[in-house]
């Protein structure tokens, strides 16, 4: 799929099939998120893959909006190894749901708001930063079917400035 169709079409999927996503696909995700740029090319995360259902399920009440992460096929937890990344991970998460939607799989960000039980749930260390994980899955054919919502992003006017504000 060309980037910018990949772009243009791409959405949030919060509900998925039970067809599991491949290993050569989650090594294609996972790919993606490990060339991302970073600040001083510090690539500051570190990736968690989840799989077990109850694993999913837990991960999914540690956020106020993640319920997405229980009917997963696989999740992937962001965690920062500096504070002071977020950006980087943002690129990294970016281009993880933008390969995988290449592929035909269907990803949504979860924050993870109680992030002190989120890291108790995967083990992660208490001195990494862990706020946000990224369910996938094959999409359920309803939710790719229908259409863009029209509105759905402002016009580039009310957006860009030419030199000034």
């Not at 920062?80 to 993880?96: E, N, V, W």
Request: with cysteine.
């Amino acid at each position: 799929m060309d980037v910018e169709v990949a772009v243009r079409t791409q959405r949030a999927i919060r509900r998925f099939t039970d067809e599991p996503v491949t290993d050569a696909d989650l090594n294609a995700i996972l790919n993606a998120g490990r060339r991302a740029q970073s600040s001083k090319n510090t690539q500051p995360w570190r990736f968690v893959v989840v799989r077990e259902r109850e694993t999913l399920r837990r991960l999914s009440d540690c956020g106020r909006y993640a319920g997405h992460l229980a009917g997963a096929n696989v999740a992937i937890g962001l965690v920062q190894t500096d504070r002071r990344s977020a950006f980087d991970i943002g690129q990294a998460a970016a281009l993880m749901m933008l390969v995988a939607w290449s592929r035909g799989i269907g990803s949504c960000i979860a924050s993870m708001h109680d992030s002190q039980r989120a890291k108790g749930v995967l083990g992660i260390p208490t001195d990494l930063d862990f706020r946000t994980a990224i369910s996938f899955g094959r999409p359920v054919a309803e939710d790719v079917e229908r259409p863009l919502q029209r509105g759905g992003r402002q016009p580039l006017s009310d957006l860009v400035h030419d030199e000034r504000w």
